[in-house]
C-alpha cells in the first residue's frame, strides 16, 4: 500500500468572519468565501471517507444493502440537506428585496464554491436556485441584476447533464492533478 506525506506549505487563511459574530444575524451577513470555506471543510470530511468499495453494485440504492456504503449516503443526505437550505434562506424572506439579496449572494457562494473545487456545493446550490419553488418567484428573479443571471447561467452551463456532463467533465480534467470534491451524481 502506498504511503503520502502531507507537507503543509502555508497556514490557513484567516477567517473572514468576526470571531464574536456580534454583527451576525443571518448566514447572509458571513462573506460567502468563508461559508464556502466551511461548507467545503464539512463537505471534504464525508467525501475522504469513501472507499472504492461502496461505489460497487449500488448498494446505496439498496435498502438492505445500504450499510455498505455509509459515506456515498452520507455525501447525498449531505447535498440533500443542502438543496433545502438554500431553498429556505430564499423562502423565508419577507420581501423581493430580501429575496433578490439572497438570491445575489447564493450564486457569490457558489462561484466561491468553484473556486475551492467544491463541485459537489456547486451543483447542489444550482439545482436548488433552479428547483420549481423557487423558479417561481418570478417577481424576485425579475429584479435580480443581470451580472448575477449571467454567473447563475454560467454556473448551469458547468453543472448541465447534457451529453452525459461534457462541460463538467471538460472543466475536471483540466484539474487532473488538483485537489476538489466531486460531484458524485454523475456517477451514481
Partial sequence: MATY???IQQPPPKPLVDVNFKKISNVTDIDPLEVAR????VEWDIFRKIKPKETMSLSWNIKEKQHLS???LN???RANEMAIWVATLILQCTSTKKRVNTIKYLVTLAEKCLELNNFNSVFTIVASLSSSSITRLKK???EVPDIILGALDAL???VSD???YKVYRTHLQGLIDTPCIPFLGMWL
Avoid at 38 to 41: A, D, H, P
Wanted: glycine share 0%.
Fill in 75 to 77: 455525501m447525498i443526505n
Fill in 5 to 7: 506525506n502531507l507537507t
Fill in 156 to 158: 448551469k452551463q458547468l
Fill in 140 to 142: 424576485t428573479w425579475a
Fill in 38 to 41: 466551511q461548507l467545503t471543510m
Fill in 70 to 72: 455509509r459515506n456515498i
Fill in 162 to 164: 447534457a451529453n452525459n
